[in-house]
């Protein structure tokens, strides 16, 4: 068997094939299909796998990882993110070119006219989607504009457009919720809504497409969209368990850390700090109660709540000793396993009682 070098990313091959097929055969039986988002894995390897379990295609959220995937040779690509730039622009004409179907995303006006004006010189037309803002507040358009970008985009030459799509998280009116059932049926709601106005304006919405792991089949049984997007399912992590969409023996990701250092009894450095575990999740909130950047399996009285470039620092629940000793190799469940896996540039995938290196493709496409 492979020693392994830490810190690094291992994905139980066969746990992952489960969560891929259980997915989509979840999908299936709601009636919507999936296009999962590779943000989560960035690997064409991957991507195949879900493609061939019966998935539609894939999403993006980078034109620098589209471009990844298409020379891969994935063939259906949704970029849910508004390209502004003429630089991005020319990429995606070019991965348009390399694919069967592109889909792109606007959110304004003033991104649907540089769209529809970079088309004419070209010579194209792209498929867009319309982001809907459901209650996260980050990119999507908002209700009071979207009577006014329906009726501009409508008129816009060399763009088609055929869908809308939203990401809303864990929000249920407009606050955050542990209650996945809720938030996944507000979601359905407001995006079915969002698309009833935009048909009414006589643009011709076909695919309404919302849902993340947490969401996606609450939404899917809600029978008011056709699409779902979830990413992390793939791997899920220690936030998702909590959240309750999955148990620990879905969880196909984990990162192998040694103690390195042991500067007293009541607290232990790993070789694991931010530049392998990622840091952008808040901890001990009410909705998830995270304690830490990841959970140190099999020892519930340890927690990892500090990081440093190199360094991670245990510290035991209860103010007590750790137990770690130096040379000790752990293993740990991420708190947000879609960052940390862009830290790598290959994990390794457990299968048939050995390990073997995968690159992580779309490590870092970040343009």
Not at 82 to 110: F, H, Y
Not at 236 to 260: F, K, P
Request: hydrophobic share 40%; charged share 25%; aromatic share 6%.
């Amino acid at each position: 068997m492979k020693i392994l070098d830490t810190p690094c990313i291992v994905v139980n091959r066969d746990r992952m094939q489960e969560n891929i097929r259980k997915m989509q055969e979840a999908a299936n039986d709601l009636g919507c299909v999936l296009r999962p988002h590779i943000k989560t894995h960035k690997s064409v390897e991957i991507a195949k796998m879900q493609l061939a379990a019966g998935a539609v295609g894939i999403t993006c959220a980078k034109t620098s990882e589209a471009e990844i995937f298409a020379e891969g040779g994935i063939n259906d690509i949704f970029i849910a993110y508004p390209l502004i730039g003429e630089s991005k622009l020319m990429r995606a004409l070019t991965i348009q070119r390399q694919v069967d179907r592109l889909i792109l995303a606007v959110d304004s006006i003033e991104g649907a006219r540089a769209l529809s004006k970079f088309a004419i010189q070209q010579g194209t037309t792209f498929e867009v989607r319309i982001e809907i803002d459901t209650g996260l507040k980050r990119t999507g358009t908002a209700n009071d504009k979207l009577h006014a970008i329906g009726v501009e985009i409508k008129n816009l030459p060399c763009i088609e457009v055929t869908g809308v799509y939203t990401f809303k998280s864990l929000l249920y009116k407009n606050e955050a919720t542990a209650d996945v059932q809720a938030a996944g049926e507000e979601e359905g709601e407001l995006i079915k809504k969002a698309a009833d106005l935009l048909h009414k304006l006589g643009l011709n919405i076909r695919d309404i497409s919302a849902g993340s792991t947490p969401t996606g089949l609450s939404v899917a049984k809600t029978g008011l969209v056709n699409e779902i997007r979830p990413g992390t399912y793939v791997f899920y992590d220690w936030s998702t368990w909590l959240q309750g969409v999955c148990s620990e023996d879905n969880i196909a990701a984990c990162v192998i850390a040694t103690v390195v250092s042991t500067p007293s009894d009541t607290h232990a450095v790993i070789d694991a700090g931010v530049k392998t575990l990622a840091a952008d999740v808040r901890l001990n909130m009410p909705t998830l109660p995270l304690t830490g950047f990841a959970r140190i399996t099999g020892r519930d009285d340890l927690i990892l709540d500090r990081l440093s470039e190199e360094h991670g620092m245990i510290r035991a629940a209860n103010g007590g000793e750790t137990g770690l000793k130096v040379g000790e190799v752990l293993k740990l469940i991420p708190a947000h396993i879609c960052p940390v896996i862009n830290l790598k540039d290959y994990f390794y995938v457990q299968e048939n009682g050995d390990f073997r290196k995968a690159r992580v493709d779309a490590r870092g496409r970040v343009w």
